[in-house]
């Protein structure tokens, strides 16, 4: 089972270069999310999907765009890297509706030079 | 402002030592808090829970909740080297979606 599936896992940017990171899931999911994990900050979500069609503003959202695609994609945009930006990117998915768990994918590792 | 603080932030044991992992939450509209293990790469679901005083049992891991006292425990039993990892604590909200309000984990290495 796939689960959840990010590309890249490794990218080095320019800063003011762009980038999307792209996600998908295979489990049915409505809700979608991207957070990013940062040493000393845990995870912080930057945007989430509750279903398709809709998305909104996480905790930390600036210097990022997301796109809800269908059901299974949900890709995050960076539109002019900053070094701030270097991070651990995570996408993750959960069945629409508080306590439900959060399945997330392996990770996509950003560096902005 | 919402908060999830966990504590210790780093632990270092040797191998069959017991260990208990602190979450404490300040979090409006509570509905979930859950657990997760982060090895190399993405967080695995250890064990949410919703209710308070009841114990949930992994092998040898386990957690509960006071939604009291607004914290939950995670325990291990005999430490194995494998058991080295971050573990975080996450707090569900009510509302439409679920958005989990994360610490920033506790890193434990289990020494040989």
């Known amino acids: 089972n796939a689960g959840v599936t990010q590309t890249p896992k490794f990218q080095v940017l320019k800063t003011g270069q762009s980038m999307t990171l792209q996600c998908a899931q295979d489990m049915n999911h409505n809700s979608m999310y991207w957070y990013r994990q940062d040493p000393g900050m845990g995870l912080r979500l930057i945007y989430y999907?509750?279903?398709?069609?809709?998305?909104d503003k996480g905790e930390v959202p600036n210097g990022y765009n997301v796109s809800r695609l269908n059901k299974r994609e949900f890709s995050l945009r960076l539109e002019s890297a900053a070094p701030s930006q270097t991070s651990v990117y995570f996408c993750?998915?959960?069945?629409?509706?508080?306590?439900?768990?959060?399945?997330f994918g392996e990770g996509s590792w950003l560096t902005v030079v | 402002e919402d908060k999830v603080v966990q504590s210790p932030l780093s632990l270092v044991v040797h191998e069959g030592d017991t260990v208990t992992l602190n979450c404490s939450y300040e979090?409006?509209?509570?509905?979930?808090l859950l657990w997760y293990k982060q090895e190399k790469k993405a967080p695995t679901f250890l064990f949410m829970l919703t209710s308070s005083g009841i114990e949930k049992k992994s092998g040898r891991l386990s957690s509960i909740l006071d939604k009291k006292e607004l914290f939950s425990i995670l325990n291990i039993t005999a430490t194995q080297t494998g058991d080295s990892a971050i573990y975080l604590c996450a707090v569900g909200r009510g509302g439409a979606t679920n958005k989990l309000i994360f610490g920033t984990g506790t890193l434990l290495a289990v020494q040989p």
């Open positions: 979090v409006t509209n509570f509905r979930s």
């Open positions: 999907s509750a279903s398709e069609g809709t998305t």
């Open positions: 993750a998915s959960s069945i629409t509706g508080p306590g439900n768990t959060i399945y």
